[in-house]
């Protein structure tokens, strides 16, 4: 059963600081999702990793994948205020047929004091 | 852009009622997705559906059931709401390459 962990679940830093949320996955997958989530709105789609040492930035934000280590890393880089937010990861399910299936991890709370 | 849009973003109802949330998506997507969401429990799949008629149980589908009579639309059916069911509920619509989410339904039930 394919299993997708975040951490730290909760992440309360300054602004200005750099910090990086991880998220590991048990089994082998062929993509890796980010997603934003502001409090009381849907989720947002941030970047979509599809392969080994895929690299995406977007503003602050920089996410990479190791699927040989099968770890994604979404890095902040000198946070602001704005970019406080639940952040989710999600893995493909694997041996998908028609489907498109996606395992979320429980996704981590970032707090940024000003 | 892609669009989801979900019937109803707040949702009080009352124990034992039936309850019908719907999720249409504009961009001719076949598989669609319902979740719910509670707090550090993150994202749990109910139900979804790769084609018209088509349903698949997901992780969580007991109390549920769910409705694809056209490609754009997935109804989520709660028979006889219960207390336990008090959620936010997301859609979502894939092509393949994304997820695409709605805007939530936050449902009571009292």
């Known amino acids: 059963e394919l299993k997708v962990e975040q951490n730290p679940l909760f992440l309360s830093m300054q602004e200005g600081k750099n910090y990086t949320i991880y998220c590991n996955y048990s089994t082998t997958s062929d993509r890796l999702y980010w997603y934003r989530q502001d409090p009381g709105k849907s989720l947002e789609s941030l970047f979509v990793?599809?392969?080994?040492?895929a690299v995406k930035q977007e503003g602050r934000l920089m996410a990479s994948l190791d699927t040989k280590a099968r770890l994604s890393t979404l890095h902040i880089t000198a946070a602001v205020h704005d970019l406080s937010a639940t952040y989710f990861c999600?893995?493909?399910?694997?041996?998908?047929?028609?489907?498109?299936?996606?395992?979320f991890g429980k996704g981590t709370r970032l707090h940024i004091l000003p | 852009d892609v669009k989801v849009t979900q019937s109803s973003r707040y949702l009080v109802k009352r124990t034992g009622e039936k309850v019908f949330l719907e999720c249409v998506q504009d961009?001719?997507?076949?598989?669609m997705f319902w979740y719910r969401q509670d707090p550090g429990l993150g994202l749990r799949l109910i139900y979804f559906s790769y084609d018209v008629k088509m349903k698949e149980k997901g992780d969580i589908p007991e109390g549920y059931s769910v409705s694809r009579e056209k490609k754009e639309r997935f109804s989520l059916i709660l028979e006889s709401a219960s207390t336990n069911q008090t959620s936010m509920y997301l859609c979502?619509?894939?092509?393949?390459?994304?997820?695409?989410f709605g805007p939530g339904t936050r449902l009571t039930v009292t």
């Open positions: 979502a619509s894939s092509n393949y390459y994304e997820q695409y």
């Open positions: 990793l599809l392969s080994n040492g």
């Open positions: 999600a893995v493909d399910a694997p041996n998908q047929s028609r489907d498109d299936k996606i395992i």
């Open positions: 961009m001719d997507h076949e598989n």
